[in-house]
């Protein structure tokens, strides 16, 4: 944990307030290396910043990909509760950021292809449709994740899933599940992405916390059970209250 904190001041530009903040998250991420269950009001007051100081800079931490925050769901309460800060590992999203900039087309590669290798360019892709054609059938679990474009899958969930599960096959099967909660515990409900999305983040840390023992997918419905229904009894409530005035 020190390593990435160390590694997190020296890489980014960050201002005196944010280091002073990340570094008091670290500080109360010791029962769980790395997971904080700080709320805002306490950081303010250990760090001496206004909340909506603390709230700005957790939302920077976010962006950058330095934090994770994970909204708690507690069905005893019948709702969510405060964020979980989880300080991810400094290899981990640098890694994911140098593959990001290597992926990115230089200018010579947008170049057009000159006259003289258009004839070579059109027989190597000749070549290149015949092989495909002749190659054995693409199995489902080799496919990545742009298969789902335009595909029923919200992309903000396929961006929340993809750094765990990055099959289009595991994508589009926990949608599913995300389909088949909302079709049983809360039908009037419209948008169902953002509930979704929490549940998912609910799940991975369950996960990453190794408190799930079985299936995934099945912890991932329950989940999505318990919060499906409170956002159903929501619906439920502003349409009485809706009816009596």
Known sequence: MNKTIDFTLKEYNLKDSERVILLKLSNYSCKFVGVSYLKNNPLADLTGYSKRTIQRALKRFSELGIVTRI???KPVKGGYSAFI????????YHELASCKEATEPTPEQLDEPSHENEAIIL???SSKE?????????????????????SCVPIEFIKTVSPFFGTAKEIYTMWGKVKLAASRYA????DKTEVAISALKQSVFALKMNKIRKDFKGYLFGVLSNMMSVEQRKLKNKLFNFLQD
């Open 71 to 73: 909204e708690q769901f």
């Open 85 to 92: 800060c989880v300080i991810n590992p400094f290899e981990r």
């Open 123 to 125: 027989k190597a892709k």
């Open 130 to 150: 015949l092989k495909i054609r002749n190659s054995a059938p693409i199995e489902q679990d080799d496919l990545d994740v742009s298969y789902l474009a335009n």
């Open 187 to 190: 039908p009037d409900l419209v």
